[in-house]
C-alpha cells in the first residue's frame, strides 16, 4: 500500500462526505416528488 499522508486522507474524507451530502439530498427531493404525486 502506498503512504497517504494526513493531509491527502483529510482531504479524500472531506470528498466522500460532500458525496455522501449530494446523494441525500437527491433522495430528499425523491422524497417530496413521491409525496407531491
Known amino acids: 500500500m502506498a503512504k497517504v499522508s494526513k493531509k ?3 482531504k479524500s474524507i472531506k470528498k466522500t462526505k460532500a458525496k455522501v451530502e449530494k446523494q441525500q439530498g437527491k433522495l430528499k427531493k425523491l422524497e417530496k416528488k413521491l409525496k407531491k404525486a
Do not use: P, V
Request: cysteine-free; hydrophobic content about 35%; overall charge neutral.
Open 8 to 10: 491527502d486522507l483529510k
